[in-house]
């Protein structure tokens, strides 16, 4: 019988503990161990785990790792078959971790499963991070069954089929716990934002497929650690964006990038620039400094990724997202 273990990564979110954990313990099922791993956080958290949930599994880390580096060092002191990744801000009803699990029992080619995901505060609407699972165009922007840029659309069903697509959001990211350390799991230097993105990319490489499960639906807060397009989110979201197509496109694809791309976020700093945000203008300038110096670790990278390669990703949306919106196709549709 498969081990699932749920793994709560927290910093500082002594909030969101207390709203949204004392759901994911009731829906837990028996067999599943919750385990709250802190990243340095220097709030209450640690007391009110101790005190408020004595049931929870706490694991302490001396410093804020990210998302990324905190997961890993976390997941490296857990043994299960399945880790299942939830955000401190998610709640969860009873009956939707089942889903999941059995998804991956049947199906020993796929690395990673995902619920559907809908806002905590508007419960009729998709959530911004990850809706009904998501895509990515061919010059790497990402966007979902149910969130396309900034339109987030209501759910009614529309996207309640479950299909392989090319990524799900690590708000809850049940994924296979050998997949994930033979692949390295996130990428360190990412700390925060596309991480998850990045690996389903090298899922697919090695041959995965990668799923989401709409039956199996969880809330979610969102933005509760970096807002939506503060500095740290917009420098966070390029640079990264920038790294993991460095290290994962086909060559082909990189090309293409290496041309747009400059163009594309010039014209995104520019308009941030109109809006008076100096802040965020400047971020996507730090971004792309960033990349260029981090040339040589990605070229080592990208070299270990591509000797690697079994399979193509798939699900790549070969237009641009960004045009098809202007034009006025806000909504997912028939799109894919």
């Known amino acids: 019988m498969s081990i699932a273990k749920i793994v709560i990564l927290n910093w500082n979110g002594v909030a969101h503990l207390r709203r949204f954990l004392p759901s994911v313990i009731a829906a837990a099922p028996a067999d599943v161990e919750v385990i709250v791993a802190d990243n340095g956080s220097t709030d209450d958290s640690v007391e009110v785990l101790r005190s408020e949930f004595p049931s929870v599994t706490l694991l302490r880390m001396d410093r804020n790792y990210g998302f990324a580096g905190g997961y890993n060092r976390a997941l490296q002191q857990i043994e299960a078959d399945y880790y299942v990744l939830l ?10 971790l089942e889903p999941l699990v059995e998804t991956l029992d049947r199906n020993p080619d796929v690395a990673v499963v995902s619920p559907k995901l809908i806002s905590s505060e508007e419960r009729r ?19 979902c069954r149910g969130r396309i840029l900034r339109t987030v659309e209501e759910d009614r069903g529309q996207y309640d089929d479950e299909r392989d697509l090319f990524w799900v959001s690590g708000a809850a990211f049940c994924c296979r716990a050998d997949v994930f350390h033979a692949l390295g799991g996130f990428d360190d230097d990412f700390f925060a934002h596309m991480e998850e993105i990045d690996l389903c990319w090298r899922m697919q490489l090695a041959g995965y497929r990668v799923r989401v499960v709409p039956r199996s639906r969880v809330y979610h807060l969102g933005g509760g650690t970096l807002q939506t397009d503060s500095p740290s989110k917009v420098f966070y979201n390029h640079r990264n964006n920038l ?9 082909g694809q990189r090309l293409l990038v290496a041309v747009a791309r400059p163009v594309l976020d010039l014209l995104a700093a520019l308009s941030y620039l109109a809006q008076g945000r100096a802040d ?25 990724v591509q000797s690697a390669r079994k399979a193509e990703a798939r699900h790549i949306y070969r237009g641009s997202i960004v045009a098809r919106y202007l034009l006025g196709g806000r909504t997912f549709g028939r799109l894919m």
């Open 243 to 251: 790294a993991m197509l460095y290290k994962c496109s086909s060559s």
């Open 125 to 143: 609407m998709f959530e911004y991070a990850g809706a009904s699972g998501g895509y990515l165009d061919v010059l790497g922007y990402p966007f």
């Open 87 to 96: 955000n401190s801000d998610v709640e969860t009803p009873v009956g939707w």
């Open 280 to 304: 965020n203008f400047r971020a996507v300038f730090r971004a792309w400094r960033d990349f260029v110096t981090w040339h040589p670790a990605l070229s080592r990278k990208r070299r270990a």
